[in-house]
């Protein structure tokens, strides 16, 4: 079975933009707890919530597809978690905050145009590049809008 995902690149690119996109999700819920003003808070839980959606479309086409959706495993979880932690400790400013989620949004945004262009000529199903697309565009939204809190 395992050799089956791996020769099917359209599960492979997906399973990826999975994973960024609950990374996403889990970087806004690691760090809400910190956030005390109102209107970053608000912004944030309206980005959790489309990340979540994002993630569920793409998991459905996996789950469509015969496999299961993974996310990264529990010590990445974990490394990234006590880095939001620590990167805190000291500043947890809304402006700090806004920078933070900024950095990862832009390497969020790197990562799913990486893999939009080292998949788009691998015969990838046109939904799942759009979706990538999309998730590229939807992160640049979420960095414009987040510049107003620095």
Not at 60 to 80: F, V
Not at 87 to 96: K, R, Y
């Amino acid at each position: 079975m395992n050799e089956e995902k791996r020769q099917d690149p359209t599960v492979e690119f997906l399973s990826e933009l999975y994973k960024n996109m609950k990374m996403g999700s889990d970087s806004i819920i690691n760090v809400s707890s910190k956030v005390k003003d109102g209107l970053l808070r608000d912004e944030l839980m309206r980005e959790l919530d489309t990340y979540e959606k994002y993630a569920k479309r793409i998991g459905k086409l996996i789950y469509e597809s015969g496999n299961t959706p993974k996310e990264d495993n529990i010590m990445a979880k974990l490394g990234a978690k006590m880095g939001m932690a620590m990167n805190t400790l000291t500043d947890s400013t809304e402006s700090h905050i806004a920078q933070m989620m900024i950095e990862g949004a832009t390497m969020g945004i790197t990562e799913n145009m990486k893999l939009v262009s080292k998949y788009e000529d691998k015969g990838i199903s046109e939904e799942a590049l759009k979706l990538g697309r999309d998730t590229v565009k939807y992160m640049e939204e979420t960095v414009e809008n987040l510049k107003k809190f620095l």
